[in-house]
């Protein structure tokens, strides 16, 4: 399969690229900011795998030229099975103290990094393609809502609708499109999100399911918004 995965160097996006590069078949393109890390998780899948395919790609989602992105994916995959948006961040600021800056910052990394994705790589595209968003249990309509995560759940929220609307507008094309609504898994974001607070699900472990929704369920779902939580948060 050719997978991207966009938030590939660290915690469930660097898990679930791990997870997929068990399997020598696979081509991942991983997409984060950080060369780094990058460097890291190749030489840890090579680690494990040393004939995987990983394919680290140092991308602004939001900023950078996909001019140049898409021509390289369509060289080195030709066509992409799965896209999983995951690249996203927090900000975790009591809402008298949110500026109008903070709340843009969350809708440009956790909906508009991800319509920009969906857009340029849909030509790449086909009838059993399958994207994944990576959405938030704080943006899940009737969940538990905390303070300080208003702009950062409220983006979610956008994510989570954009889902719902593609889904309908791809139907002829025979590409499904669902997102999985996370809760908490030990990972840096949520001691951002909820410092101290140690969650029963490691990231590994979202990781594995992450990567395993991809590759099946839109054989099962398709514009579904999933809730994929045991604790609350």
């Given at each position: 399969?050719?997978?991207?995965?966009?938030?590939?160097?660290?915690?469930?996006?660097?898990?679930?690229?791990?997870?997929?590069?068990?399997?020598?078949?696979?081509?991942?393109?991983?997409?984060?900011?950080?060369?780094?890390?990058?460097r890291k998780l190749l030489e840890i899948a090579k680690g494990i795998n040393?004939?995987?395919t990983l394919l680290p790609v140092e991308f602004d989602i939001i900023n950078d030229d996909y001019a140049a992105l898409v021509p390289f994916l369509k060289e080195r995959l030709g066509t992409v099975d799965i896209l999983i948006n995951n690249a996203g961040a927090l900000i975790n600021k009591p809402f008298l103290e949110l500026s109008a800056e903070d709340?843009?910052?969350?809708?440009?990394?956790?909906?508009?990094?991800?319509?920009?994705?969906?857009?340029?790589?849909?030509?790449?595209?086909?009838?059993?393609?399958?994207?994944?968003?990576?959405?938030?249990?704080?943006?899940?309509?009737?969940?538990?809502?905390?303070?300080?995560?208003?702009a950062y759940s409220s983006s979610k929220g956008a994510l989570h609708t954009?889902?719902?609307?593609?889904a309908f507008e791809l139907a002829d094309t025979g590409i499904k499109i669902n997102c999985l609504a996370l809760g908490s898994a030990q990972t840096e974001m949520l001691e951002q999100a909820?410092?101290?607070?140690?969650?029963?699900?490691?990231?590994?472990?979202?990781?594995?399911?992450?990567?395993?929704?991809?590759?099946?369920?839109?054989?099962?779902?398709?514009?579904?918004?999933?809730?994929?939580?045991?604790?609350t948060p």
């Open positions: 399969m050719n997978i991207v995965l966009t938030g590939a160097s660290s915690g469930i996006g660097f898990e679930a690229a791990l997870e997929f590069t068990l399997q020598t078949e696979n081509k991942v393109v991983c997409i984060a900011r950080s060369a780094d890390k990058l040393p004939d995987c709340l843009n910052q969350m809708f440009q990394s956790n909906v508009t990094g991800h319509f920009n994705m969906i857009q340029n790589l849909l030509p790449l595209m086909h009838n059993g393609s399958h994207i994944v968003n990576i959405g938030s249990m704080g943006g899940f309509q009737g969940s538990v809502k905390f303070p300080g995560l208003a954009l889902t719902e609307c593609l909820f410092p101290g607070y140690q969650s029963p699900v490691m990231a590994f472990e979202m990781g594995k399911y992450v990567a395993d929704f991809a590759r099946t369920g839109h054989k099962f779902f398709n514009g579904k918004i999933i809730p994929v939580a045991v604790t």
